[in-house]
């Protein structure tokens, strides 16, 4: 049934986009350096606990709404809630200040694939000998270069989302997430078959309960701040793509589905960074953040000899991938806000034209943080943050937990489970979590949330500049 607004072909379409959605930047950056630096395998459980009881709550919670109001974020509260109208609105905010960030480090993936192709042919735009901490510093002070990777990578999200729904999304993905995996793999092999790869997996998986002893409330609080935005939650990206599923799908059984295999990507991503970064990466080396993925990697990738810059290739167009099918799901939420406007006044949706006009309102944000070059170019710094850290602390740090807390509230208290239950239970489905979904929406995944914002505050400084210390000395 292809309505106006559109609809998934297949729930496997459905089931690509949405782990399209999740696997991104976070999962190969974030969670191998994360769980390394914070207890291995005791962060894992840390992690796998909050991920039943906060991530399955405002997944479910996400794609039952999504679909109930067939809406995006802003509609279906709209539509939904008579207290919180609003709550949207926090999420199409953030799908701007994300992709601020996002689409630059996007844009820095092919810049990587070009300097690798630039090497397999020894052409002159290759590393030209330098080392890659070299070759990244010089990248940042080249602003032009910058907002042209910016715009490349931006242009070619825009086009896949004026695609539609089926036609552009899913195609995309159902292609794209499959050859993700297959490149995973190949880099693994590789990876672990280095001299002296056990050391990056000794620093990834040695259990290490020292770090929760010593600081229980930041370990959960990495954790669940790590889970929120590697499971694309807090903002609305799920009600968006829940909006166009088809009644007849099982949310539940999606949702863990969502979950696993985003958690299951974000360890193989670390087995496929963090042996290669040990065994190649020299004495500090970075294992996380923008640093790891283009300095550390790099290097590793340099030091590889003759199939380095296949290996090289390979690896950042895996990257690329995982960040486009994540941009595309933030781009949705803003373009599916337009079109629900358009149906509700009864006019034609224009989906190619909001789509536009949303990527030019993240151009100009991502203009700054490109021109920025992650502080390189002494930009006038918003309260003492580099830009990106400047975005990234608004949407991740305060308006996503916001929201996720706020959804659960509305769920539990204004909702109530009967009305939510309904859209679960539709063609014979069945409700298994109810009981659980009923005591996670009204107390234990709020006080979770408030948890984490405190924590995320205080990790952004915040709660030092205001109170003058932070919470953890
Ligand atoms: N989950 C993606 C990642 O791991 C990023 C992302 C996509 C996201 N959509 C989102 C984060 C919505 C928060 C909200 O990189």
């Not at 030019?360 to 002494?378: E, R």
């Amino acid at each position: 049934m292809e309505t106006k607004r559109g609809s998934w072909g297949t729930n496997f379409g459905f089931l690509m986009a949405a782990v399209g959605s999740a696997v991104g930047l976070g999962n190969i950056w974030g969670f191998p350096y994360k769980m390394g630096a914070n207890g291995g395998f005791a962060f894992l459980l840390v992690y796998i606990v909050l991920a039943v009881i906060a991530g399955f709550t405002v997944m479910l919670g996400e794609l039952t709404l999504g679909r109930k109001s067939g809406r995006g974020a802003v509609g279906a509260y709209q539509l939904l809630s008579k207290r919180f109208k609003w709550v949207g609105w926090l999420g199409f905010a953030s799908a701007f200040l994300i992709m601020s960030f996002y689409s630059v480090l996007g844009g820095y993936c092919i810049k990587y694939m070009v300097i690798n192709i630039g090497d397999l042919f020894n052409a002159g735009f290759g590393m030209a000998g330098l080392d890659a901490g070299a070759v990244f510093g010089n990248f940042m002070v080249s602003q032009a270069e910058g907002v042209i990777y910016t715009v490349i990578f931006l242009a070619i999200t825009m086009v896949i989302v004026m695609g539609g729904i089926k036609g552009g999304i899913e195609k995309f993905s159902k292609i794209a997430m499959p050859a993700l995996f297959i490149m995973l793999v190949i880099v693994i092999i590789r990876s672990v078959s280095l001299p002296g790869a056990v050391e990056g997996l000794k620093f990834m998986f040695a259990p290490n309960f020292d770090p929760l002893k010593e600081n229980f409330g930041r370990v959960v609080a990495t954790a669940g701040g790590q889970m929120f935005f590697s499971l694309s939650l807090g903002m609305g990206c799920m009600i968006t793509y829940g909006s166009y599923l088809d009644k007849k799908e099982n949310l539940e059984r999606n949702s863990v589905i969502i979950i696993v295999a985003d958690t299951l990507v974000a360890i193989l991503a670390g087995i496929a960074v963090l042996p290669a970064a040990f065994a190649l990466g020299g004495e500090g080396a970075a294992l996380g953040g923008p640093s790891l993925l283009f300095v550390t990697l790099q290097d590793v990738f340099s030091a590889m000899g003759g199939i380095g810059p296949v290996m090289g290739i390979l690896f950042y167009l895996l990257v690329l991938i995982a960040a486009l099918t994540s941009a595309i799901s933030l781009v949705e939420v803003a373009t599916t806000f337009f079109i629900d406007r358009a149906e509700l006044k009864g006019r034609e949706p224009k989906r190619k034209l909001y789509t536009l006009v949303v990527c030019i309102g993240i151009l100009v944000l991502a203009t700054i943080v490109a021109l920025d070059g992650l502080g390189y170019n002494g930009l006038p710094m918003p309260l003492g943050y580099v830009w990106l850290d400047f975005f990234d602390l608004w949407s991740e740090g305060i308006m996503m937990p916001l929201g996720a807390l706020l959804m659960c509230l509305f769920i539990g208290w204004e909702l109530k489970m009967g009305a939510f239950g309904e859209e679960i239970e539709q063609h014979g489905n069945r409700f298994r979590s109810r009981g659980f979904m009923t005591a996670c929406c009204k107390f234990i995944t709020p006080i979770c949330m408030i948890f984490i914002l405190i924590v995320q505050l205080d990790s952004f400084g915040i709660i030092e500049k205001i109170f003058g210390r932070g919470l953890f000395g």
